[in-house]
């Protein structure tokens, strides 16, 4: 199976603003599970929807898979759809782009690919 390049983190601005202040992403998965959640672009409404319903804001984090340090695995969900985990803090230099994605009028996260 081929996969995607580029794969995408969501995450509240102030997850990433402690991110660069640490010099590494984690996040409470990594500790608790031991992988942080990625997804590939086509799954990231649905994620943003289901996930972080408190969230006003989002930050959409678009990581370079070539650039990683930690393992990259892709591994089924609870549903059955392949998702990527990264085994270790995501290194920052393997972001290539953020963008900031606020809720909608309509109670929802729109989710677009730069």
């Known amino acids: 199976m081929s996969h995607s390049e580029t794969i995408y983190i969501l995450c509240a601005p102030e997850t990433f ?37 408190e969230q006003s804001e989002l930050l959409l984090l678009s990581v370079a898979v070539e650039a990683l340090q930690a393992e990259l695995r892709w591994e089924p969900s609870t549903h059955g759809e392949l998702y990527p985990h990264l085994y270790g803090p995501l290194n920052l230099e393997a972001i290539v782009q953020t963008d900031l994605f606020r809720r909608q009028a309509h109670g929802g996260f729109e989710i677009r690919i730069p």
Request: aromatic residues 10%.
């Open 17 to 53: 603003r402690q991110a660069n202040l640490q010099g590494q992403f984690t996040t409470d998965s990594l500790a608790t599970e031991g992988f942080i959640h990625a997804s590939p672009g086509h799954q990231l409404n649905r994620v943003a929807n289901a996930y972080f319903p």
